[in-house]
């Protein structure tokens, strides 16, 4: 079946660091999301994106919609430790689908205050 | 609040013993699933539903049943749970319209079967 390259699957990063995580695949996204979950917990829905290029941002938070529809990346600023837990990118694929989402293994993300 | 809830978070039960996990969605969502996280499996699809009485099979539906008999309502059944379905279960509710898709996870039920 169809799937989700995500990368890296953890980083370990000083406070104050930015960050930057992406998602690749061979297929053509409808829609991109991005989660974030803390241990024990759902995943929590950061951002959405629904255009090819599309760049959108939430607080810190930037992503955007690649290109080729067949990519998304996200990237975190000036990171703090609350930003620790797995983030994960879930795309919805084009060609008429039934809307199912595609999600990608998760970068694990720690940072060190 | 606009939420997904699920019950109970936590289960221990015995192989063979039938249980139901609820899901209940306040938003209106027609299209709500269900999920199981396992390390290294990353999330997986058990079962969708796109409206009332409206249920599909997703990835992993084997040992799982559903049903919804309405909107705001999804419950995971497990007729006969066996060690292999301990896992971290998640019910999902879905906003579609025009360009929009928005999922939205519950919080989570952590199932273990001995």
């Known amino acids: 079946g169809q799937q989700l390259n995500q990368s890296p699957q953890s980083m370990f990063i000083q406070e104050g660091e930015d960050v930057s995580m992406n998602c690749t695949s061979s297929?053509?996204?409808?829609?991109w999301l991005w989660y974030k979950q803390d241990p024990g917990e759902g995943p929590v829905l950061l951002i959405a994106l629904y255009k090819a290029g599309e760049l959108t941002s939430n607080g810190r938070l930037t992503a955007q919609f690649g290109i080729t529809r067949k990519d998304s990346f996200l990237n975190i600023s000036a990171s703090i430790p609350s930003d620790v837990g797995i983030y994960f990118c879930?795309?919805?694929?084009?060609?008429?689908?039934?809307?199912?989402?595609?999600f990608g293994k998760g970068t694990k993300l720690s940072v060190k205050p | 609040e606009a939420q997904v809830t699920q019950n109970p978070r936590y289960l221990i039960t015995v192989t063979g013993k039938k249980l139901t996990v609820t899901c209940s969605q306040n938003?209106?969502?027609?299209?709500m699933s269900w999920y199981r996280q396992d390390p290294g499996l990353g999330l997986r699809q058990i079962y969708y539903?796109?409206?009332?009485?409206?249920?599909d099979k997703g990835d992993v539906p084997e040992g799982y049943k559903v049903s919804r008999k309405e909107k705001r309502n999804f419950p995971l059944i497990l007729e006969s749970p066996s060690p292999n379905q301990t896992s971290l279960y998640f019910c999902?509710?879905?906003?579609?319209?025009?360009?929009?898709?928005?999922?939205?996870f519950g919080p989570g039920t952590r199932l273990t079967v001995t």
């Open positions: 297929s053509i996204f409808n829609t």
């Open positions: 879930a795309g919805q694929l084009g060609g008429g689908s039934q809307g199912n989402l595609i």
């Open positions: 999902a509710s879905t906003r579609r319209g025009g360009f929009s898709y928005e999922q939205y």
């Open positions: 938003m209106n969502h027609e299209y």
């Open positions: 539903s796109m409206n009332v009485e409206v249920t």
